[in-house]
């Protein structure tokens, strides 16, 4: 069952007007959610995010967009698909209601909720190589608007083709000035000694749930040191060890870049602290 402004239809009885704004122009938001046991992981960490996103688009915040509104609306969509005892993936979208072309007609908004299995309820690393390299025909704009969760992924979905067309598991994305933002799915870390970097917001990364959690453990975490800076690709040739995060993976360690190959200790040390905080809040 899906859930289109709070009334639950059927998948096949479920439409889209060929006018809806997020299908057009990508004027539309979403949040990827992460559910144990129809418990909604970091939810408010989302909420609040979707919420700046939408003031930044201008779009409309109904009165009825109260964080426990939402919960109460996903945690229904998951409980009637069986998913309440199980993992599941959260698709909460926020689109802009029909009419006008580029300038809107309105900034009244629709929500859509979709779920489906899950792999797992903890995070879990698997010993099997991730490989990746740099995509480098299209750069993302060191500015806020490329950090929110919008409809508008060209880039993602490009370079996931071109990381499936040279036997890639994923390729890291470049701003304009060069620099490494994040990968297709996820926020990029890098590791050197007892340093960990990661990109800047202001480079234009992803303003990701997940990052946001990894930085408040590795900033809790004695004898490591979080540093949020640029990453020039060359770092990445001397580092130990680099990893990619999100809320539906965790974190992915990346095992080989180029000719380069890397270490998994401190990406395993950081899972065994997240499912700490997953274990808490489920």
Known sequence: MVNINGKLVLPNAASLDVNNRGYQYGDALFETIKS?????????DHYFRLMASMRILRMEIPMSFTMEYLQEQMESTIKVNGLMKSPARVRLTVDRKIGGKYSPETNDVNF????????????????????VDLYKDFFIAPNLLSGMKSNNKAINVISGIYAKENNWDSCLLLNTNKMVVESISGNFFLVKGNVIKTPPLTDGCLKGVMRKQIIDIIGKWEGMELVEES??????????????????????????YRKKQFNTEVSKTLLDKLNVRVRLSS
């Open 36 to 44: 144990n046991n129809g418990k909604l992981l970091f939810w408010e």
């Open 231 to 256: 990453i020039s690709p060359f770092e990445i040739q001397k580092a130990d060890e680099c990893f990619v995060t999100n809320v539906i993976k965790g974190i992915q360690p990346i095992t080989n």
């Open 112 to 131: 859509i909720i979709q779920v489906e299995n899950a792999d797992q309820e903890l995070y879990q690393i698997y010993d099997t190589p991730f490989r």
